[in-house]
C-alpha cells in the first residue's frame, strides 16, 4: 500500500511552444506499475490546461511564487487538509526558492519533497554556471550578464550569440536589432539578470535523473529531434552517451545534488560537450523516461517513502517521442469552480 500515496504536483501549464513539466510527471505516476494514489494538479493559471485534464483526481489554484513562502505554505496547508497529501512534486524553476524554504514545515506535517538546498539552487543559476562548471572541470559557452542593450551594438561580441532570460526562454540572435528585442522582452517577463552566451553550433542532447546520496540515479537520455520557437523539444529519440552520463555524474557529485534535475548539452562539431543550462526539476519530456522502462517520478515517490535507488535495465536507444496539442473540452462550471474557488474537485 506504500504507493497508495496522495501526491501533488505543480507545472501544469500546457503552453505548446513552452509546455511545464506537471502534467507530464503525474502521466507517469499515473501509469507507473502498482501507484494507487490520488494526483493532485497545481497552478498558478486559470487557463494551465493540465489543472482539468481526467488523469488528475484535483486541481488547485496556487498563489505566483511573487506572493512569497508563506503565502505558499498557507494554500498548500488549505490543500493538505482537503487532499490529506504525502508528497509535493514542484515542476518549475521560479517556484523552487518557496519551496525550499517552507520544506521543513511540510516536512513536520508528513508532505514530502526531494529538493536541493538555497545554496544548491544557487551555484547553478545561469549567472553563476560558469564558475561552477570552471570549478568541475566541465565545459560551458562564454556567459556575461548584460545590464546595458548598448552592449549589442558594441560589436564586443559576433553574431550569432543567445540572450537568455533569469528563469526561462533563450533566443538565439543574428544581429544588434534581434538581440536588443529579447533583452528587452526577457527582461520584462522574467527581470534580472538577462544573459548573452556564445552561440556554439552542434547537436543539443539533455540527460535528466535524479540526484541522492548515492550520486546520480536513473539517467535518461535524448537527442532532440524538432524545436519549438522557444527551443524545447517536439520529438527526440533516447540514446546512450556515456561521456554526457559522466558530465552529468560529475555536475551531481560536486553540488551534492538533491532531487530531479535535466542537464542541457550541446556536443560540438568537434565532439566537444558543453553544458548549457542545468534546470532543477523534471524535464517536459519527462514521460519519456516511462517509455523507456526508467520512470523517474515513480522513483522519487520510491525513494520518498524510503526504498533505496532501483536497479534499472540497460538504458534502451531508438525510443522516440513526439509531442502533439490536442483540445480538452471543459464545462464552463469547472472553469468557474477554479476561477472563483481556486479548486477542482471530482
Known amino acids: 500500500m506504500k504507493l497508495a500515496w496522495n501526491v501533488a504536483i505543480t507545472g501544469m501549464n500546457a503552453r505548446p511552444e513552452n509546455p511545464g513539466p506537471g502534467y507530464a510527471v503525474a502521466r507517469c505516476l499515473r501509469q507507473g506499475a502498482g501507484f494507487r494514489g490520488r494526483l493532485v494538479g497545481l497552478g498558478y493559471d486559470v487557463l494551465d490546461a493540465g489543472l482539468?485534464?481526467?488523469?488528475l483526481d484535483s486541481?488547485?489554484?496556487?498563489?505566483?511564487?511573487?506572493?512569497?513562502?508563506?503565502?505558499?505554505?498557507?494554500?498548500?496547508?488549505?490543500?493538505?487538509?482537503?487532499?490529506?497529501?504525502?508528497?509535493?512534486?514542484?515542476?518549475?524553476?521560479?517556484?523552487?526558492?518557496?519551496?525550499?524554504s517552507i520544506a521543513p514545515e511540510l516536512e513536520l506535517r508528513g508532505i514530502r519533497c526531494m529538493l536541493p538546498t538555497a545554496t544548491q539552487l544557487q551555484r547553478r543559476n545561469k549567472d553563476r554556471l560558469p564558475d561552477l562548471c570552471r570549478s568541475l572541470g566541465i565545459h560551458t559557452p562564454e556567459t556575461r550578464t548584460v545590464s546595458d542593450p548598448g552592449f549589442f551594438r558594441s560589436g564586443a561580441w559576433s553574431y550569432p550569440l543567445v540572450v537568455k532570460g533569469a528563469f526561462y526562454d533563450a533566443v538565439v540572435c543574428y544581429d544588434a536589432h534581434q538581440a536588443e528585442d529579447a533583452y528587452?522582452?526577457?527582461?520584462?517577463?522574467?527581470?534580472?539578470?538577462?544573459?548573452v552566451q556564445r552561440f556554439h553550433e552542434g547537436q543539443e542532447i539533455n540527460l535528466t535523473g535524479l540526484g541522492t546520496a548515492q550520486g546520480l540515479v536513473g539517467a535518461v537520455m535524448m537527442s532532440k529531434r524538432a524545436l519549438t520557437d522557444k527551443g524545447k523539444a517536439w520529438a527526440g529519440v533516447s540514446v546512450v552517451d556515456e561521456q554526457l552520463e559522466r558530465l552529468a555524474a560529475t555536475l551531481i557529485e560536486g553540488l551534492d545534488w538533491r532531487g530531479p534535475f535535466e542537464a542541457e548539452v550541446l556536443r560540438a562539431r568537434d565532439g566537444q560537450l558543453y553544458l548549457i543550462e542545468m534546470n532543477p526539476r523534471f524535464p517536459a519530456w519527462i514521460y519519456l523516461s516511462h517509455g523507456v522502462g526508467r520512470n523517474l517520478p515513480l522513483t522519487l515517490v520510491e525513494m520518498l517513502q524510503g526504498e533505496a535507488a532501483p536497479m534499472f535495465a540497460p538504458l534502451r536507444p531508438g525510443v522516440m517521442f513526439l509531442r502533439y496539442a490536442e483540445e480538452l473540452i471543459v464545462d464552463m462550471k469547472s472553469f468557474e469552480n477554479l476561477m472563483m474557488r481556486g479548486a477542482l474537485i471530482s
Open 52 to 55: 482539468y485534464h481526467n488523469g
Open 59 to 100: 486541481s488547485y489554484l496556487l498563489p505566483y511564487p511573487a506572493a512569497g513562502a508563506e503565502a505558499l505554505l498557507e494554500r498548500l496547508l488549505e490543500v493538505h487538509e482537503r487532499e490529506h497529501l504525502d508528497a509535493v512534486i514542484p515542476c518549475l524553476d521560479a517556484e523552487l526558492p518557496c519551496f525550499i
Open 184 to 195: 528587452y522582452r526577457l527582461a520584462a517577463q522574467w527581470g534580472y539578470p538577462v544573459l
